[in-house]
């Protein structure tokens, strides 16, 4: 119920901002899409911790932060490796473990490791994941395991996910 | 004021453009498909990222810069989501990673307890 409530919110809102229209029967018709939206979703059983991610809202906003200064420092790494003329790469696949207990928690990893550049996950399968990693660097930046640390804070671990489902 | 606000916003969108070019020289300076992704990971991160915060310092306090704020954030959820079906795609399509032997053993994985993976193997097409 509470996913329900914060998912037709958070759709009415995103509609508001995208929109702007602040007329009765405009609103109304607004309304009216979100709550088909609602029962639509509701329907097809998506309505879940998973879909809707509420309860990771506040934690996930500590998180960001850090991924973009993270994201800023390789980005940086990866254009000087480009722009050097003897293209200095140590390509390498290695495979790392994540300390996370949900589904939830794994695909946020995984999607941290792939954005931040240098780095982009390959596959992920019983909480074990192959990188493909750019440099030496970029392979042990991942590999002192902050990230790893940080997003296990993220996801919490509230919701008893078993281990390993992913 | 004005004159502030628009060094400031045409200074991120100079740079984003700048880590634009940047990927691109990557995606033909870097030799195989897997190493290819790290230079587009320039592109939609802090490429992007750096435009649309120039454009956003150019809309100033409106609902423009809101719309402006969740492109980025759509962009930042769905492009490892394409960049990691890629990946798959390529395993899936029998693609070996090029490898640098001398890479490996710069970095001693033994020392965090993990080791390297055996990439003669087969990809497992079931996986997929």
Known sequence: MLHTISLGSTLFALWLLLSGYLEMWLLALGLGSTALMVIIANRMDVIDHEGHPVHMTWRLTMYLPWLAWELVKSNIDIARVILHPKLPIQPMVIKIKGSQVTELGYVTYANSITLTPGTVTLALENGEMEIHALTTASAEGLLTGEMDARVHIVEGAADGTVKGAG | ?128
């Open chain 2, 1 to 128: 004021m004005a004159v502030l606000f628009d060094i400031i916003s045409w200074a991120l969108l100079l740079g984003g453009s700048a880590l634009m070019l940047i990927g691109g020289i990557g995606l033909y300076r870097l030799p195989d498909v897997y190493t290819r992704m790290h230079g587009a990971g320039i592109i939609d991160t802090l490429g992007a990222g750096m435009v649309f915060a120039g454009l956003m310092v150019q809309a100033g306090l409106t609902l423009v810069t809101v719309k402006l704020g969740l492109i980025v954030v759509f962009l930042f959820f769905t492009s490892p989501t394409t960049t990691h079906a890629l990946a798959r795609a390529a395993q899936a399509e029998g693609v070996l990673p090029l490898l640098d032997d001398k890479g490996e053993d710069d970095v001693d994985l033994s020392q965090y307890g993990m080791d390297g993976v055996d990439l003669t193997e087969e990809p497992d097409k079931s996986k997929t």
